[in-house]
């Protein structure tokens, strides 16, 4: 099947012929048509939408029709939606809902404690309301739709502030230069709540293709026998998920439905994106590699598999609709229809409006070559991606320094967050284990992600800053000179 898209159509009306599958669970097989779908958003709107001002909804967001609804019905319903991943640690879920005071809260479980909210019923799904007259919630600007956190896993308070237009160009413009049609069966490889992820799911919904939601990680035989059973056209993926399925040689074995493979979350190491190229070419897929920002709703530059073997190591050419170029101090700067209104850090910013007026700084040093792609070349903001995830290592740091009330330095890489703390001596009483567990727990990281360091002293400038430059530039000189003590989670 396919249809020609019309990128002046809204994804989340569902303008799409009622008996096309939209839906498929990927475990059972069950299927809902987009006039199915449309029915149950419809429905949940007459339920939710009661207080008749415009309100904050929390989703605990899982890969599950349930979720999908939701998410569709607050931005039919002209409501801001607060996306947060499922297994984001209680504590920190606990902070969000403090700090935003959120009307509604959704998810799959129905074990949460939110003592000043009471239960709604008959949605398919767990549901909580406030009592609005115990808990006052400032006003929301008109064009605020969706927020994201760029840090996922931290919890941290700071969101992107985006709107309906910022999802409805990254859509359009993702469906255009992927060329989707109706035909398209994506399988949810990412998270929901992840930009990456839901503009996957925003995508297709805009091109009338079925969707095949999975929560099983793409090194699960589940995983895969839902690819096969269910005919699945494309699958999406960060740097660690390549690294695993070329490792395990799945992409060889497995997928013989697949025609399309798009990667971002981070870069890819070149020898991988090369073996990507030539896997693609025995298969005859196509495999797009892509660059993108939380702040961009997902999207900015994408390099068209036509140029891949030419282009290794480049993040390509602006998406449809936006524009790239590198400043006098050697930013990369992104103008786009998708750029966010900008940041809320409380409640309070909700009422804000566009600060940005569609020109992101993006925070990465970059250049351009002669044919116009860009490639990065550094970084001006402390920013790891990990599994995709973008973690704010200041905010990884004052999580650990209240919980553990001891200096703490975050810094690394791409496939390692590294974590050194002061004490005055190592020994029985070392942190080391202590915050090694802390962080696997909160972030859902594995052991081989996370280094953590004992130090006498973290290094430091000379207006007595930490000196991140040293901690990254020469681990080992520092952990003989501050006498380490270094234990690979």
């Excluded at 891949?308 to 449809?320: D, E």
Aim: proline share 4%.
């Amino acid at each position: 099947m396919s249809s020609r898209l019309n990128p002046a159509a809204k994804f989340w009306l569902l303008a799409h012929p009622v008996h096309s599958p939209a839906v498929i669970d990927g475990q059972s097989g069950r299927t809902w048509t987009y006039g199915e779908l449309d029915r149950d958003v419809q429905q949940a709107m007459g339920r939710l939408c009661v207080s008749g001002t415009k309100a904050l909804w929390l989703l605990l967001a899982q890969n599950r029709y349930e979720c999908l609804v939701i998410h569709l019905a607050a931005l039919r319903s002209g409501n801001a939606l607060l996306l947060v991943d499922a297994t984001l640690d209680r504590q920190l879920l606990a902070g969000l809902i403090r700090t935003y005071r959120p009307e509604l809260v959704c998810a799959i479980q129905s074990d949460l404690e939110l003592p000043q909210y009471r239960p709604i019923e008959g949605l398919g799904l767990a549901a909580w309301q406030t009592d609005a007259a115990a808990t006052p919630g400032s006003a929301i600007h008109a064009s605020l739709a969706l927020l994201l956190n760029t840090s996922g896993s931290t919890g941290s308070p700071k969101l992107v502030r985006l709107t309906c237009e910022n999802l409805q160009a990254n859509a359009a413009a993702i469906a255009s230069y992927l060329k989707l049609t109706a035909g398209e069966r994506p399988i949810t490889a990412l998270p929901m709540a992840y930009s990456y992820g839901l503009s996957v799911i925003n995508s297709h919904l805009l091109a009338g293709a079925t969707l095949v939601l999975t929560e099983h990680g793409v090194l699960r035989r589940e995983f895969w026998d839902s690819v096969d059973r269910h005919a699945c056209s494309s699958l999406s993926g960060v740097p660690h998920s390549y690294q695993m399925l070329l490792q395990t040689g799945l992409l060889g074995k497995r997928g013989a439905s697949l025609r399309t493979l798009t990667q971002a979350g981070g870069r890819l190491d070149e020898r991988l994106v090369r073996q990507l190229h030539e896997l693609a070419l025995r298969r005859g897929l196509r495999v797009f590699v892509m660059y993108g920002q939380t702040e961009a709703t997902a999207r900015i530059a994408y390099v068209p598999f036509e140029q891949l073997g030419n282009k290794i190591g480049s993040i390509g050419v602006p998406v449809p609709g936006g524009s790239l170029r590198v400043d006098a101090d050697g930013e990369l700067i992104y103008t786009g229809p998708n750029v966010m209104m900008g940041y809320a850090d409380c409640r309070q910013d909700l009422a804000k409006g566009d600060e940005l007026g569609g020109v992101l700084h993006t925070g990465d040093l970059g250049r351009r070559d002669a044919d116009g792609y860009f490639q990065i070349t550094g970084r001006l903001r402390r920013f790891l991606k990990l599994f995709g995830k973008r973690f704010n290592l200041d905010e990884v740091e004052q999580i650990l320094q209240r919980r553990f009330e001891l200096p703490t330095a975050c810094f690394g890489r791409d496939d390692l967050l590294m974590v050194a703390v002061e004490v005055a001596a190592a020994g029985n009483d070392s942190p080391v284990e202590a915050i090694t567990a802390a962080l696997r727990k909160l972030f859902h990281l594995p052991r081989d992600a996370i280094q953590v360091r004992a130090v006498s002293a973290l290094p430091r400038t000379a207006n007595g800053k930490i000196d991140y430059r040293a901690l990254s530039a020469a681990p080992a000189a520092v952990a003989q000179n501050a006498r380490l003590e270094v234990q690979r989670a």
